[in-house]
């Protein structure tokens, strides 16, 4: 099983996470932010990637560090279980709907992170949540699962709906990705020979 576990320490969070690609979707996610720990257990359920996240941070202050910090870890955790991403389908995509919304997810596992976030919110909290920290979590988990991203909300009026859709499409493009495809045997997905790096 592709398994890795990751801790980070700072004087604003401290951080451990443990992924295993291969797993069943099971969750037990505790960050202090109830709409965040929400999002990563749809995450965790619909990509089937086992999630297991803690985080203690400096919530008197604000959602900032501790919703960065939770993306960046995970991310890091996902990216070591990857190691090599031999044989990987490297590509996923998703269409994820949520009553009125519909939102396209597409993603690249090349570990060379980019990120393209064209969704709106028209309300600043969901729960204990800024919305502007929504797009800063993809690009933390981005940026550190060496992942390209590009979500796009075609429409959708329910807050709520817009963010699940985001997270809920990740996570089946996700899974998508990180499967192993039986016809590539052992190789890396890459006519370089190797991912990462300059185009």
Known sequence: ???????RRTKETEVTATVALDGSGCYDVATGIGFLDHMLEQLARHSLIDVSLRVSGDLHVDAHHTTEDAGIVLGQAV???LADR???HRFGEALSAMDETLTRVVVDLCDRPFVVWKVAFTQP???DLDTELVGHWFHS???????T???ETFYGSNNHHICESCFKGLARALRQAIEIDPRKGDAVPSTKGVLGGSL
């Open 1 to 7: 099983m592709r398994r890795a576990t990751v801790e």
């Open 79 to 81: 990216s070591k279980a």
């Open 86 to 88: 031999k044989g990987i």
């Open 125 to 127: 909290r969901l729960g």
């Open 141 to 147: 988990f981005a940026q550190n699962s060496g992942l």
């Open 149 to 151: 991203v590009h979500v």
